[in-house]
């Protein structure tokens, strides 16, 4: 069961934190994420998973910033989340994909008890011209059956910004 936007508001500040919350971001069954203003690209064309590959960041100015196609950029939500008894989703918003835009190339799934800004993996098709502040994704979230673990991971959790793969952790292998 996915939760309607009238129930995600009634769950606001209970199983449900958005912060900051606008009620005129609503859908009928989501709500609106917007763009930081920050991305982050990987500096070496040839990513390893056993390593902690570098990486730099880049600030999107007022009058906006090109994607290049072929590239991976790795932006985040302005919005902090928390969710409690509920699984959280994430999708691009079908405006911003008729544009050749995707948002999150695998990973909308998010866990149980997850908290923090949501790290998003942008693709383009061609050349985009992207801003701060865009309402680029939407979250939402199924009701969970059963009892359930919350997210505890330390790779992911209580992040206070954009995310670069951390998967070279589950190799032991020191960045």
Same mark, same amino acid.
């Given at each position: 069961?996915?939760?309607?936007?009238?129930?995600?508001?009634?769950?606001?500040?209970?199983?449900?934190?958005?912060?900051?919350?606008?009620? =005129?971001?609503?859908?009928?069954? =989501? $709500?609106?994420?917007?763009? #930081?203003?920050?991305?982050?690209?990987?500096?070496?064309?040839?990513?390893?998973?056993?390593?902690?590959?570098?990486?730099?960041?880049?600030?999107?100015?007022?009058?906006?910033? /090109?994607?290049?196609?072929?590239?991976?950029?790795?932006?985040?939500?302005?919005? $902090?989340?928390?969710?409690?008894?509920?699984?959280?989703?994430?999708?691009?918003?079908?405006?911003?994909?008729?544009?050749?835009?995707? /948002? #999150?190339?695998?990973?909308?799934?998010?866990?149980?008890?997850?908290? &923090?800004?949501?790290?998003?993996?942008?693709? =383009?098709?061609?050349?985009?011209?992207?801003?701060?502040?865009?309402?680029?994704?939407?979250?939402? $979230? #199924?009701?969970?059956? &059963?009892?359930?673990?919350?997210?505890? =991971? &330390?790779?992911?959790? +209580?992040?206070?910004?954009?995310?670069?793969?951390?998967?070279?952790? +589950?190799?032991?292998?020191?960045?």
């Amino acid at each position: 069961m996915i939760l309607s936007g009238r129930e995600i508001d009634a769950r606001m500040g209970q199983d449900i934190v958005i912060r900051p919350y606008d009620k =005129s971001r609503l859908n009928p069954n =989501s $709500y609106n994420l917007e763009l #930081h203003d920050e991305l982050l690209i990987y500096t070496e064309n040839q990513l390893d998973m056993k390593k902690n590959n570098p990486w730099t960041t880049l600030t999107i100015p007022p009058d906006g910033f /090109v994607l290049e196609p072929n590239r991976l950029y790795l932006g985040r939500t302005r919005e $902090y989340t928390e969710t409690r008894n509920l699984v959280p989703m994430l999708e691009g918003r079908s405006s911003v994909g008729r544009l050749g835009l995707f /948002v #999150h190339v695998t990973a909308g799934f998010g866990d149980v008890g997850f908290r &923090g800004f949501w790290t998003l993996e942008m693709f =383009s098709v061609q050349p985009i011209r992207i801003y701060a502040g865009v309402q680029i994704c939407q979250i939402y $979230y #199924h009701a969970l059956q &059963g009892e359930s673990d919350a997210y505890a =991971s &330390g790779k992911y959790q +209580d992040n206070q910004g954009i995310q670069p793969s951390l998967l070279y952790r +589950d190799y032991n292998v020191q960045a």
